[in-house]
């Protein structure tokens, strides 16, 4: 590791390898981290665990976001506060932690389907497959088919009864997976409620292929997602979206806002949540306490989160009235996704951090060093165990009758290969002929200078030898 000089992790969980480094070899390599969603109650666990732990400057936890990096702080300076107060400290923040820099997931390497292909060719291809009229407004959501986990749909199939109304023909499709066949039926239900609009389904109980979802990208006139769950922490679709030359209308809801450009590649819808300034919340303690699950909370935590539906009929209602402008967004929206979300732009700054993180180890070093997060060596934290400490130089050999046999013994014998790395039988060779032997003697024969004490110290130990010591 110390030749890499990082080790990059895809989850959260930098404490749990931080164990690996050794104490006072913290500085040999980074370790980094990444965010995904920060919801659940492990997910906070896990980073507020980076907080007074085994860990450096020299060591990140990328954010994938802006919205996401705040939540990661917030969780530190909460542990951060409880120190304070354990430790009686005057501040409430830890300067000595891993950089927090905000580097997006990066999207898809290319656009799969019918490269080939101009941008209006695949759309037509597309809508022929699925069976859509070339004049249609078509609009794609793709993700998770989840009221309660990504995005409550009542308002957005309101929205499109009422946009069918007033233009042309509308139809909506929807990509992805329902969890189940109750989810499906209770979209279907509510779906109906509302007339003038065509809804597709593809994926529905099993999952939607890539290229049906690519397919669903090249159908349409806009991609958009209106997620309002706090489980959401990024957005890969919207990348994807980007890339496929979709303008986008988005919740303007966490990691969203740092991947659409409001006004130049697409909308950003405001929210709100009502239920924010809840002081005394039960529910909540209810899940901390294991008496809900994870799978309900989201969706209660949810329902206090409002989508601006007068925004959402406007952004929708300009594509439909202006298509040139759509395809100008999308224009731009795929020159954002080349510059700061393709593959190649994302991994240039992972390679910028470790470059940064390697300096800072470099610095540390030219400091002369940093307190260790683990113990101290083994010989300062005992160093009170003796009464009297010395310092070994050399011994003189006293040649007993019972010298090799004890030696060879079963109560040396394996200690003595381990701390010889196994050549145990070149030092007894060597001290065979002499009567004095020194730690250089040694350090001269190849051996290591800590093996070369604990070798002249077993033969004193084992009253074999007697030492040449300097008290201190």
């Known amino acids: ?6 080790l990059q992790l895809l989850d959260s969980s930098l404490n749990r390898f931080a164990e690996i480094r050794l104490p006072l070899k913290e500085i040999d390599f980074s370790i980094v981290g990444m965010i995904h969603t920060l919801s659940s109650s492990e ?30 702080q917030k969780i530190w300076e909460q542990r951060a506060a409880y120190l304070c107060c354990r430790l009686g400290a005057n501040f409430a923040s830890d300067n000595w932690m891993p950089a927090t820099p905000v580097i997006p997931l990066p999207g898809p390497a290319k656009q799969p389907y019918r490269p ?32 309660h986990s990504k995005a409550h749909p009542v308002i957005l199939y309101q929205t499109l009864a ?8 509308v139809v909506l499709i929807e990509c992805g997976q329902f969890p189940n066949y109750h989810f499906r039926e209770a979209f279907d239900e509510v779906a109906g409620m509302f007339q003038g609009f065509t809804r597709i ?63 130049q590649t697409g909308f950003l819808l405001p929210t ?10 039960p529910l909540q303690d209810a899940y901390y306490e294991r008496e809900l699950s994870y799978d309900i909370w989201v969706g209660i935590a949810s329902l206090g989160v409002l989508i601006d539906k007068d925004a959402l009929y406007a952004s929708l209602r300009t594509f439909v009235e202006c298509p040139e402008l759509g395809e100008r967004f999308a224009a731009e929206g795929l020159r954002r996704f080349h510059k700061l979300f393709s593959p190649f732009a994302v991994l240039q700054r992972y390679r910028d951090l470790w470059l940064d993180l390697a300096a800072k180890r470099n610095q540390a070093k030219k400091d002369g060093g940093y307190p260790s997060g683990k113990a101290p060596k083994m010989g ?62 040694l350090l001269a024969l190849g051996y290591r200078r800590d093996q070369a004490l604990r070798l002249l110290t077993l033969l004193v130990k084992l009253g074999l030898a007697e030492s040449h010591a300097v008290g201190g």
Request: glycine content about 6%.
């Open 201 to 263: 389904v593809i994926g529905g109980l099993s999952p939607a292929t890539e290229n049906e979802k690519w397919e669903v990208y090249a159908a349409a006139n806009v991609f958009l997602s209106h997620s309002d769950n706090i489980q959401e922490t990024f957005g890969l679709t919207i990348l994807e979206a980007m890339l496929a030359e979709l303008p986008v209308i988005a919740s303007a809801w966490s990691g969203y806002r740092d991947l659409v450009a409001d006004g």
């Open 380 to 441: 300062e934290l005992f160093s009170g165990y003796p009464s009297t400490v010395q310092h070994l130089e050399a011994i003189s050999i006293k040649k007993t009758t019972y010298f090799w046999a004890l030696l060879k013994g079963p109560m040396v014998n394996e200690f003595l290969q381990k701390i010889s790395s196994d050549s145990g039988d070149t030092f007894l060779e060597f001290i065979n002929d002499r009567k004095v032997v020194s730690v250089v003697d």
């Open 162 to 169: 009422n946009l069918s109304q007033d233009t042309r023909e």
């Open 1 to 6: 590791m110390a030749s890499l000089g990082c």
């Open 43 to 72: 997910a906070i666990e896990t980073v507020a665990n980076c907080v007074a732990r085994d860990l450096y400057p020299w060591d990140a936890i990328v954010c994938t976001s802006n919205a996401g990096k705040e939540v990661v």
């Open 116 to 147: 080939d292909l101009s941008r209006k060719e695949r759309r037509q291809l597309a809508r022929k497959v699925l069976g859509i009229s070339d004049e249609a407004f078509v609009i794609c959501f793709v993700g998770r088919l989840s009221f």
């Open 272 to 281: 709100i949540d009502l239920l924010l300034d809840l002081e005394d919340d």
